[in-house]
Antibody, heavy 117, light 110 residues
Framework: EVQLVESGGGSFQPGGSLRLSCAAS????????MHWVRQIPGKGLVWVSR???????TYADSVKGRFTISRDNAKNTLYLQMNSLRAEDTGLYYC???????????WGRGTLVTVSS | QTVVTQEPSFSVSPGGTVTLTCGLS?????????PSWYQQTPGRTPRTLIY???TRSSGVPDRFSGSILGNKGALTITGAQPDDESDYYC??????????FGGGTKLTVL
């Protein structure tokens, strides 16, 4: 089955760190660019970061310098290292695949990150 | 970074036609932004409707269509159904590996 399964969310303090993981299955993981997209429940979608097949990452300005996206193609796993956490990093983090045409075609169910003191 | 604008809310009667738009705070939306559209109902993951401006994703009814209207991307629903009541998001590819989502439009069908 083609799917993405996120893990690693929870409750964290401002200034803290965490690493999200996304296990991919059912497709050739290394062929695709992968993303993290955040959503506060009941609010809109926010693009966070992308990694290409070779591991090069790009970031939204709001997370640049604090978050690092990476992938392990041998393990079919995507990661997001989140440092210097802020309250505004709170949200449901989706692992998402883009297809040719630069669109998001496969979404995980998300993992919830809450940053609060 | 650039802000992508969408109408916060819209209402359409069953069977009616509605066009939701996706604009840029600075500049015009073009096919080079690869506009894509997503439908999301509460508690569910987004569903891809349209990509590359006007290509319907597999299984999407043909009452959904995408286009560029003036300087904005557009999603038109022709013959709206009650099940179309959802949140709709557009996404634009800004180049250099950067994407931006619009704030979303809450569509009411009544």
């Amino acid at each position: 089955e083609v799917q993405l399964v996120e893990s690693g969310g929870g409750s964290f303090q401002p200034g803290g760190s965490l690493r999200l993981s996304c296990a991919a299955s059912g497709f050739i993981f290394s062929d695709y660019w992968m993303h993290w997209v955040r959503q506060i429940p009941g609010k809109g979608l926010v693009w966070v970061s992308r990694v290409d097949g070779g591991g090069r990452g790009t970031y939204a300005d709001s997370v640049k310098g604090r978050f690092t996206i990476s992938r392990d193609n041998a393990k079919n796993t995507l990661y997001l290292q989140m440092n210097s956490l802020r309250a505004e990093d709170t949200g449901l983090y989706y692992c998402v695949r883009t297809n040719v045409g630069a669109y998001f075609d496969l979404w995980g169910r998300g993992t919830l990150v809450t940053v609060s003191s | 970074q650039t802000v992508v604008t969408q109408e916060p809310s819209f209402s359409v009667s069953p069977g009616g036609t509605v066009t939701l738009t996706c604009g840029l705070s600075s500049g015009s939306v073009s096919i080079n932004h690869y506009p894509s559209w997503y439908q999301q109902t509460p508690g569910r993951t987004p569903r891809t409707l349209i990509y590359s401006t006007n290509t319907r994703s597999s299984g999407v009814p043909d009452r959904f269509s995408g286009s560029i209207l003036g300087n904005k991307g557009a999603l038109t629903i022709t013959g709206a159904q009650p099940d179309d009541e959802s949140d709709y998001y557009c996404a634009l590819y800004m180049g250099s590996g950067i994407w931006v989502f619009g704030g979303g439009t809450k569509l009411t069908v009544l």
